[in-house]
C-alpha cells in the first residue's frame, strides 16, 4: 500500500501527482485515517476495477478523462469534472473507457445522516 508523501499546507495539483502505467491500475493513498481514506487512481484505458461492495459511501470524482461505473447495474458515464457517489453496500464495477484519474473518497464515521 503507498502513501503519497504530501506535506500537509502545501499545494498540489492532483492530475500531476501519479502517473499512467501502460495496461494498469495505479493508486496511491493520499489521506489514511481511521475515519476514512481518500485515494487517487491511474487507469489505463479498457481496464476494469472489478465488481465489489464497500460497508461505507464512497465518493468518486473524475479529474481526467472518462469512466462507466456501473452502480447495482445502472451504468453512468463519469467525465472530467464529474463526480459520484457510490452508495454502501451497493455492488459496483468501474470501467475505463479512455485512460483516466479520479479521486476515491471514503468516510467511515457512521451511517446516519446529517441534514
Request: proline share 3%.
Amino acid at each position: 500500500m503507498n502513501i503519497y508523501e504530501i506535506d500537509k499546507g502545501d499545494r498540489f495539483v492532483l492530475s500531476e501527482i501519479i502517473e499512467y502505467v501502460p495496461n494498469s491500475v495505479v493508486s496511491n493513498i493520499l489521506l489514511k485515517k481511521l475515519t476514512g481514506t481518500v485515494r487517487i487512481f491511474s487507469v489505463d484505458s479498457g481496464k476494469v476495477l472489478s465488481e465489489k461492495t464497500s460497508p461505507f459511501d464512497t465518493l468518486i470524482q473524475v479529474i481526467e478523462g472518462a469512466a462507466d461505473i456501473t452502480i447495482e447495474a445502472k451504468t453512468s458515464r463519469v467525465e472530467a469534472g464529474q463526480a459520484i457517489i457510490i452508495p454502501a453496500h451497493a455492488r459496483n464495477s468501474i470501467v475505463a473507457i479512455v485512460r483516466f484519474k479520479m479521486l476515491s473518497t471514503i468516510i467511515k464515521s457512521g451511517y446516519e445522516e446529517i441534514t
